[in-house]
Every structure is written in structure tokens, then in C-alpha cells.
């Protein structure tokens, strides 16, 4: 005969096993995702294969694009911050697991023409990455308990394209973002340029500036690889 005691070590037991299986069962609660930016991020978003799309497409994550074609990181203009060309009032109010957001490139193209940018390369991000509207609003993202993914350009094609007069500036802005990352724990600095190969005019688009679908898939494939990590 099984006595009280075995009795409810028993029952407890048979407990503990039921509720080991359910949580074994249940299915993990799918990630939100919000991506900021400029069109990197949003080319090809009406044909449902943006960045956005491909990073969604790869992984069980709900994702939210509110990234602008042509927006700066930082726009003075009122009508143009209030309609998203302004990165930072892209951000939406939600209970956001992970932001991905890119930006710089259009605000040198658009206020020194690439040249002679040292004035708002500065205004962006420091030379030690502490600084600046970047790290500013990086840390402000940080705070909602987020992850932050900075996805950073990639390489001009080695036959040109309207950002080549950019390179230098573009590679300063990336030093520069580098040193920003450990600063901020929840933010992840990540390339472009680990899957875009400027050799290969099959990454780009036409205008030899944004991603192709084939660039844009494989930019989303790599977001999904390292926000599952």
C-alpha cells in the first residue's frame, strides 16, 4: 500500500510533470520588431520585399516599418520631421523587443555634400562616440529595455554610384559608431558590408545606390541571424 506521504509526492510529482509539459508545449510569444531609417531599409517595401519584409519573412517576429525614403538622422524641417524625415520622430509608443535603425548618409549628402563635413559628422557623433544626436537617441531607445541594432551601410559598388563622393565621410561615420556600441549595453553595432559584395552589381539596385531584392533579402536573412542570437 502507498501510505499519505508517497501519496502526495506522488501527485506532486505527476504536478510538476504536467506543468514542465505545457511550458514545453506552449509556443515562445513572437518578438516585435520596429525599423527606423532611411530607404536602405525601406526600398522595395510596396513590393513587400524591403529589408523590413525579409527580416520578418526569416523569422517568427512581427515587424513594424516606419523607416522613410530620403530621411536624415536629423531634420530641421518641422513638416519633415513630423512626416517621418526625421529618424528619430519615426519612433512609434509599443512594446518593442528589438529596434533596427540606420541613418547618417543622407544628412552628409544633404548638408555638406560630403565635403567638408566635419561640422556635422560632429553634430551626429563625436570622435569618441559619446556624443552627439546619435548616441543621444541610441540611449533613449535603450531605456524602453529594447535591443538596438544599428545596421551600418555597405560598401559603394566598385563602379561607382552617387554615394562614392561619400566614402571617406561614410567610413568615419562607421568608426565612429563602432566606438558608440560598448558604450551602450543593449545596442549591437552591425555592417552591411558583411553580405553586400561591392563586386557584385547583382546586390544593387539599378541606381547603384540602394539594395536590390536579392541585396535586401540577404541584409534581412543577416538581421535574422543576429537578433536570434
Known sequence: MVGIDGYRSSSLGM????ILLLLIAAPARAENVLVLGDSILA????????VADQLAA?????????SVPGARFSHSGVLAAATGFD??????????????????GNDLMGECGCRACGAVLNQLISDDGRQGEIPSFVAQLAKSGARIYWLDYYDVPTVGGPFAPCVDELAIL???????????????????????????LSH???????PSRKGASLLGRYLAQEIAR
Open 204 to 210: 544593387y539596385d539599378r541606381d547603384l545606390l540602394h
Open 174 to 200: 562607421s568608426q565612429r559608431l563602432q566606438r558608440l556600441a560598448p558604450r551602450i549595453q543593449a545596442m549591437t553595432y552591425l555592417s552591411g558590408k558583411a553580405v553586400i559584395d561591392p563586386y557584385d
Open 58 to 66: 526569416s523569422t517568427q517576429v512581427t515587424v513594424k516599418n516606419k
Open 87 to 104: 529618424i528619430r520622430r519615426q519612433m512609434r509608443r509599443g512594446d518593442w523587443d528589438v529596434i533596427v535603425l540606420d541613418g547618417g
Open 15 to 18: 504536478r510538476h510533470l504536467l
Open 43 to 50: 526600398w522595395h517595401r510596396a513590393a513587400g520585399q524591403s
